[in-house]
C-alpha cells in the first residue's frame, strides 16, 4: 500500500466551478499536510501548509485535514484558467521524509 | 534570480553513459534532496542529505549516488545510465531547523536514457 494516494484526474471543470481535490494516507504519524501546485514544465511550489487536523483557508483556497479519517482535502472557489496545473499533496511526520501524491491534474475552461 | 538551480534543464543519454546532474541553492538551507517524476508515479525520493557530512537513501536510490560539495551545491550522479531512468528529477531544500515543512524545488532536469 502506497503511503499516499491521490485521484491523479484528469478534472476538467468551467471557469468560477468549485474544485474539490483529495488525499488519503495510511501513517497516522504524519502531521505536517502540504499542497504544492505545479505547472507544466515547472518545479512544484507550495500553496497550502497544514499542521495537523483542522482547516485552512488563504483566499480562494481552503484546505482540510482529517487526521481520524487520514483524509485531506483542497478546494478552490470560484476557478480560474489560472489555476489550471497538477496539485500535488505531500506530508510528513516527525521525520525527514516528504510523502507525495502522484498529483492531479485540473483544467479549468474559460 | 531563481534561488534553486538546476544544470543542466535537459539532457539526452545513451545507455551505459555517467551522468551527473548538478543542484545549487542560495537560500541557506541546510537540508537538500533529489526526486524523479515520473507519470502516474509521482515525486518519489532518491537521496536527502541534512549538512555536507551527511546523506541518506530514499525510496529508489538503487542506481544513484550523491555527493554534497558544500551546504549550497547537492549533486545527483548516474554512474551506468539506464532507459528506466528517463523521468524528470528535481532538487529540493527545506529549512526544518526553522520549523518549517516547506520545500522548495528547482525547475527540474528533463533527463531522457536512449
Known amino acids: 500500500q502506497k503511503e499516499v494516494e491521490q485521484d491523479p484526474g484528469p478534472l476538467s471543470v468551467p471557469e468560477g466551478a468549485i474544485v474539490s481535490l483529495n488525499c488519503t494516507y495510511s501513517?497516522?504519524?504524519?502531521?505536517?499536510f502540504m499542497w504544492y501546485r505545479q505547472y507544466s514544465r515547472k518545479g512544484p511550489e507550495l500553496l497550502m501548509y497544514?499542521?495537523?487536523?483542522g482547516n485552512k483557508e488563504d483566499g480562494r483556497f481552503t484546505a482540510q485535514v482529517d487526521k481520524s479519517s487520514k483524509y485531506i482535502s483542497l478546494f478552490i472557489r470560484d476557478s480560474q484558467p489560472s489555476d489550471s496545473a497538477t496539485y500535488l499533496c505531500?506530508?510528513?511526520?516527525?521525520?525527514?521524509?516528504?510523502?507525495f501524491g502522484t498529483g492531479t491534474s485540473l483544467t479549468v475552461i474559460p | 534570480d531563481a534561488d534553486v538551480t538546476q544544470t543542466p534543464r535537459n539532457r539526452i543519454t545513451k545507455t551505459g553513459k555517467r551522468i551527473m546532474l548538478e543542484c545549487s541553492q542560495t537560500k541557506g538551507h541546510d537540508r537538500m534532496y533529489w526526486y524523479r517524476q515520473d507519470p502516474g508515479l509521482g515525486l518519489r525520493l532518491i537521496y536527502y542529505?541534512?549538512?555536507?557530512?551527511?546523506?541518506n537513501k530514499g525510496e529508489i536510490s538503487d542506481g544513484y549516488s550523491v555527493s554534497r560539495q558544500a551546504q549550497a551545491k547537492f549533486s545527483l550522479s548516474l554512474e551506468s545510465a539506464i532507459p528506466n531512468q528517463t523521468a524528470l528529477y528535481f532538487c529540493?531544500?527545506?529549512?526544518?531547523?526553522?520549523?518549517?515543512?516547506?520545500?522548495?524545488f528547482g525547475p527540474g532536469t528533463r533527463l531522457t536514457v536512449l
Open positions: 501513517n497516522s504519524a504524519f502531521q505536517y
Open positions: 542529505s541534512f549538512d555536507v557530512k551527511d546523506i
Open positions: 529540493a531544500t527545506s529549512d526544518l531547523q526553522a520549523g518549517s515543512h516547506e520545500q522548495f
Open positions: 497544514t499542521y495537523s487536523s
Open positions: 505531500a506530508m510528513s511526520g516527525t521525520g525527514n521524509q516528504f510523502y
